[in-house]
């Protein structure tokens, strides 16, 4: 940072007892998503506190709104940084992240402890998963009003999501995307195209031999309940570090990622289960991304929960702890923040591609599409901050009385 920003910066020296309980009740009352969990954590610190001042705030949170991972999540740490250090900044994070880990934790024993083997618990998880459904796709049109601001973003994302239909793996995609960004906005049109005719060509020659298949709605097994595989240890912190890296635009945009590993190509979990950890995390205090925890936890138990949960939010952690500075200077290059626009728009056209697999494993009755369609029209409608919980409460109840 620049030396004028320094000046600015007035953070008290707290100590470190009291600094993670201090972000430890941020995340006792992380609910409403992203945009409730920033707004609090703005009121307190810089409009109560005056910890730092409106532009610095607004600086930082462009930063993390660029880089992948939990944009709330990386504030609390990037506080508790300029507070006490790399250790404070390990404080303020683990303190936001933990209450809804624990909750994720309970959730999900008592979910394989008594959710499985009861009609009426299928029933009310049915509803539950058309109201999560919903919320997905809702995330989705967020993110791409915000992501697809001309022809080519939009271009790269339908690119992206017919090579992820036709299950090319998505590192040639996101990579493709940014560099055709980068050189459309360098002036290359030419080029350009020349690169995204050639992936178009591609994707259609994968699409003749295989056709289109959003992830997770192809095989029979994978939406119907069966498990093939339990990962290792080793693979579960891959995954997790993996889709930690790849969370731009907003925590939503994990789910592909995850969902890839777990459902389709580890198989140690189905589609159902997904969404049902995904409804879980609703409920909860926490940044969406907690609901990683399930998912490590279907594939290797209490271990595989922690290794999962330590492997996602560790490059939000790394990011921040090693790099800060390092980001807020070289991110506003051109040809960098580009490519990341490329990149963040290849990603919205993985979502949409995985929430097409998802809807065909969660809409499958006139209920659940009912369900689904009266819980969109809420999402657009209105903006409460308690809305998702009551959303998925509303569901698991109309699921309760049609049980």
Not at 32 to 46: E, F, K, S, T
Not at 224 to 234: A, C, E, H, I, N
Request: charged letters at 10%; a positive charge; proline letters at 4%.
């Amino acid at each position: 940072m620049g030396e004028g920003v320094e000046r600015a910066v007035t953070v008290p020296r707290e100590p470190l007892g009291r600094l993670f309980l201090r972000f430890l009740h941020f995340g006792l009352l992380a609910w409403g998503g992203p945009v409730a969990q920033i707004a609090m954590i703005r009121h307190d610190l810089v409009e109560k506190e005056k910890w730092v001042t409106r532009e610095h705030f607004n600086r930082v949170l462009a930063v993390y709104q660029v880089l992948p991972g939990p944009e709330a999540h990386e504030l609390c740490v990037y506080f508790g940084m300029r507070s006490r250090g790399r250790v404070g900044g390990l404080l303020a994070g683990l303190g936001f992240m933990l209450p809804g880990f624990v909750l994720m934790l309970g959730l999900t024993w008592l979910y394989l402890r008594y959710g499985l083997g009861s009609p009426w618990v299928g029933t009310v998880f049915g509803a539950v998963q058309a109201a999560v459904a919903a919320l997905i796709v809702r995330a989705v049109a967020r993110i791409g009003q915000h992501a697809l601001v001309d022809r080519w973003l939009w271009g790269v994302a339908v690119l992206a999501a017919l090579a992820q239909g036709a299950g090319i793996h998505f590192a040639f995609s996101l990579v493709a995307a940014g560099l055709i960004i980068t050189l459309a906005r360098k002036g290359l049109r030419l080029q350009a195209l020349a690169l995204a005719a050639g992936c178009g060509a591609a994707v259609a020659v994968f699409l003749v031999l295989h056709g289109f298949a959003p992830m997770g709605a192809g095989g029979a097994d994978v939406g119907q309940g069966v498990v093939r595989g339990q990962p290792s240890q080793l693979e579960l912190l891959g995954s997790g570090l993996r889709s930690g890296v790849l969370t731009f635009g907003g925590a939503y945009t994990v789910i592909p990622f995850l969902q890839r590993d777990a459902v389709v190509t580890g198989a140690w979990m189905t589609n159902a289960q997904f969404l049902d950890g995904l409804a879980l995390s609703g409920l909860i205090p926490a940044p969406l991304i907690i609901f990683s925890t399930f998912v490590g936890y279907l594939g290797g138990g209490f271990l595989g929960a922690l290794v999962m949960t330590v492997g996602i939010f560790f490059p939000a952690f790394a990011f921040t702890l090693l790099g800060h500075d390092f980001f807020e200077r070289v991110l506003h290059h051109p040809r960098l923040r580009s490519f990341l626009d490329g990149v963040t728009a290849g990603v919205v056209g993985l979502i949409a591609a995985t929430t097409l697999g998802l809807l065909r494993a969660s809409l499958t009755g006139l209920v659940p599409v009912a369900i689904f369609a009266v819980a969109l029209g809420v999402l657009f409608r209105w903006h409460a901050k308690f809305l998702v919980p009551l959303l998925i409460i509303g569901a698991a109840g109309v699921g309760l009385l049609l049980a």
